[in-house]
């Protein structure tokens, strides 16, 4: 069975600090596709990134990157130099695949990150 | 280019009553999956639609059914309710075939029984 684990329930930050969060996965698939959501109060998932079980490349999208590691089965995202409306519930979640595409997704608990001006 | 839509917004039921839901995929999309997110919780899958077929089915009671039809839009329909299925129920559609598919999703339905 496939499991999430985001071990940050909340994080309080002041604006402009780095923040890291951490996520974990189990899976028994070699191919498997590894997502992160943002949440924010109005309930809407906004995709934020995917990444395929085969590419291990980190990757930088402005003020976010995140960090791939099989070896320690972990996907973690930073957001640098917070800002006040990247304040959410950020989920990270599993997808193993069928052959013709995605299955369902396995969420994480969620962490509640909070940005104080 | 339009986004997953949902219908109704907000729902108040009462125990035991029937509710449907429905989803619109994004455009050019096949697939859609259904999701329960109670307060404070992640999302937790219901079921996933394939070619008008329930393809895969989470840990959810048979008063749980769905639908898809030819335009790919989809049901989700909860019969017998209870308190305890109060939640956002939260639609996502994808794309079967595409290597890198991503689950994209709307804004939800808020399910409150009384």
């Known amino acids: 069975a496939q499991k999430v684990t985001q071990a940050q329930t909340e994080i309080s930050v002041v604006e402009k600090e780095d923040v890291t969060l951490d996520c974990v996965y189990e899976t028994r698939d070699t191919t498997y596709y590894l997502f992160w959501y943002k949440q924010p109060p109005s309930g809407e998932l906004v995709f934020l990134i995917r990444r395929n079980s085969f590419d291990e490349q980190n990757e930088i999208s402005g003020r976010y990157s995140w960090n791939f590691q099989k070896s320690t089965s972990s996907f973690n995202f930073t957001i640098t130099a917070s800002q006040v409306v990247d304040s959410a519930v950020y989920f990270c979640a599993l997808s193993e695949n069928w052959g013709g595409g995605a299955d369902g997704l396995t969420f994480g608990k969620g962490t509640h990150l909070i940005i104080q001006p | ?114």
């Open chain 2, 1 to 114: 280019d339009a986004g997953v839509t949902q219908s109704p917004t907000h729902l108040i039921k009462t125990r035991g009553q029937q509710v449907t839901l429905r989803c619109s995929p994004k455009s050019g999309h096949d697939t859609v999956s259904w999701y329960q997110q109670a307060l404070g919780q992640g999302p937790q899958f219901i079921f996933q639609y394939y070619e008008e077929e329930e393809r895969q089915r989470g840990n959810f009671p048979d008063r749980f059914s769905g639908h898809q039809f030819p335009n790919y839009s989809s049901e989700l329909n909860v019969n017998a309710l209870l308190l305890g299925d109060s939640a956002l129920y939260l639609c996502a559609s994808s794309s079967v075939g595409q290597t890198q598919e991503t689950q994209y999703f709307g804004p939800g339905t808020r399910l409150l029984v009384l």
